[in-house]
């Protein structure tokens, strides 16, 4: 993502600024691994456009990631807190260089999945009007994917929990449903299909570029041939009914959702066994706030 003063914020496992500090205390340099000691942490790096000046700006045992540059200059990202008995993800802005770190939204927040199911905070990116766009989603049983809030960050640090200046005048909720169709964020067939990455566009119209699984079946014909492949049928209600059929392999394409009138028009169709895990927009935008 670039800084308004034309560097990149990104996330990698280069930790240099923690390998340095090693170095300056006689040890090994290594790259700090996770708290499940099976991977390197990534966290958060700028460098100039042309890659010199590489400088560690986050530290964390576990990941720092999806960092985006909000409005007014800040940087936004998704960590996950992994140590004592805590395993979530939410949502942390800071400034560019990494001071002034603060949790922004979702510490407490992560029972608003389906059902008061658990989920996470991922990929956030800003919406023209100043709320936050984030993906959220379990862990795992998803088909990688999982549905889309609007987040009113500005009035609340949770999703029922007001800040300071609207305690006892805002209850919540927070975050609402960015699209119509309804997403499961549990384990199981989702009518609606699931998200996997989203990107809002600035001109106005209230769109999104999202990656996008429509819901699919796989319909077996108990008289086929060994080796025919099971027929793709849709998630209608009949189908759903049909014991022969099972949810279809998870195949995402590129659609554009337009807030406007829920409506949702396909720009790369799916096929079988793509996945398109990120979006990404080149448009203009007002710069943000630059922050020395």
């Given amino acids: 993502?670039?800084?308004?003063?034309?560097?990149?914020?990104?996330?990698?496992?280069?930790?240099?600024?923690?390998?340095?500090?090693?170095l300056d205390e006689?040890?090994?340099?290594?790259?700090?691994?996770?708290?499940?000691?099976?991977?390197?942490?990534?966290?958060?790096?700028?460098?100039?456009?042309?890659?010199?000046?590489?400088?560690?700006?986050?530290?964390?045992?576990?990941?720092?990631?999806?960092?985006?540059?909000?409005?007014?200059?800040?940087?936004?990202?998704?960590?996950?807190?992994?140590?004592?008995?805590?395993?979530?993800?939410a949502l942390y802005h800071s400034n560019p260089d990494g001071t002034d770190l603060q949790l922004l939204y979702g510490e407490d927040s992560h029972a608003t999945g389906t059902g008061g199911a658990t989920v996470q905070f991922l990929k956030p990116r800003e919406l023209q009007d100043g709320r936050i766009l984030s993906l959220i989603k379990p862990f795992s049983g998803t088909s990688y994917g999982?549905?889309?809030?609007?987040?009113?960050?500005?009035?609340?640090?949770?999703?029922?929990?007001?800040?300071?200046?609207?305690?006892?005048?805002?209850?919540?909720?927070?975050?609402?449903?960015?699209?119509?169709?309804?997403?499961?964020?549990?384990?199981?067939?989702?009518?609606?299909?699931?998200y996997v990455s989203a990107w809002p566009l600035w001109d106005g119209t209230g769109r999104i570029v999202v990656s996008w699984r429509v819901c699919q079946l796989e319909l077996f014909d108990p008289d086929a041939a060994p080796g025919d492949p099971p027929e793709l049928v849709p998630c209608t209600d009949a189908n759903l009914q049909n014991p022969l059929a099972m949810e279809a392999p998870p195949a995402y394409g590129v659609w554009v959702y337009d807030?406007?009138?829920?409506?949702?028009?396909?720009?790369?169709?799916?096929?079988?066994?793509?996945?398109?895990?990120?979006?990404?927009?080149?448009?203009?935008?007002?710069r943000p706030t630059v922050i020395p």
């Fill in 1 to 22: 993502q670039s800084l308004p003063d034309g560097r990149i914020v990104f996330p990698s496992t280069r930790q240099n600024r923690a390998a340095a500090r090693l």
């Fill in 26 to 89: 006689g040890k090994p340099q290594f790259a700090a691994l996770d708290e499940e000691q099976d991977e390197p942490a990534f966290v958060l790096h700028v460098m100039e456009d042309d890659g010199s000046n590489l400088t560690q700006i986050s530290f964390n045992q576990s990941h720092d990631l999806f960092p985006t540059v909000l409005d007014n200059g800040r940087v936004l990202f998704a960590r996950w807190d992994g140590f004592a008995n805590l395993n979530e993800i």
């Fill in 146 to 194: 999982g549905a889309l809030v609007a987040i009113d960050v500005d009035n609340y640090i949770n999703n029922t929990q007001p800040t300071v200046a609207n305690q006892g005048v805002l209850s919540g909720p927070a975050q609402e449903p960015a699209t119509v169709n309804e997403v499961l964020t549990v384990p199981g067939i989702s009518v609606g299909g699931r």
């Fill in 259 to 286: 807030t406007a009138d829920d409506s949702q028009q396909p720009v790369v169709l799916a096929e079988p066994g793509i996945i398109f895990t990120d979006v990404a927009v080149a448009q203009p935008r007002p």
